[in-house]
């Protein structure tokens, strides 16, 4: 069902005791998607960090869980990627031409993996 704004539709409304409610008239003054989330189960999640990691490759920009910011330099091996963490020090120096901090992430410490 779909609404435009200053529709009006009809809303329950609860009485002040909260055993009962009526139907009244409203405005609508705003109208916003919904989205459906649905939570992962553990071995949704591994398969998707996974199949994230698999996807990266040198210059590859990613987050873990809209936290931390990285950018992907070299893959070492299976499991462990050389990284440039996109720390407010590493974007000063990348803006100025100068050399950043390099670190090693291990895909076992990813939590949370979202390609860009």
Do not use: Y
């Not at 069902?1 to 008239?25: E, G, H, I, Y």
């Not at 071995?43 to 698999?54: C, G, I, M, S, T």
């Not at 936290?67 to 974007?91: G, H, P, Q, S």
């Amino acid at each position: 069902m779909s609404f435009n704004r200053a529709d009006v539709v009809l809303v329950p409304f609860p009485f002040t005791d909260l055993t009962t409610q009526k139907q009244r008239p409203a405005p609508v003054i705003i109208i916003m998607e919904a989205h459906m989330l649905r939570v992962l189960s553990k071995e949704e999640e591994l398969q998707n960090r996974r199949e994230a990691f698999k996807k990266l490759k040198s210059g590859s920009l990613f987050d873990l869980g809209q936290e931390r910011f990285f950018i992907a330099v070299k893959k070492i091996d299976e499991k462990v990627w050389e990284v440039i963490e996109l720390t407010e020090a590493n974007k000063k120096k990348i803006i100025s031409g100068q050399s950043c901090e390099h670190s090693h992430l291990h895909f076992d410490d990813m939590d949370c993996l979202n390609l860009r």
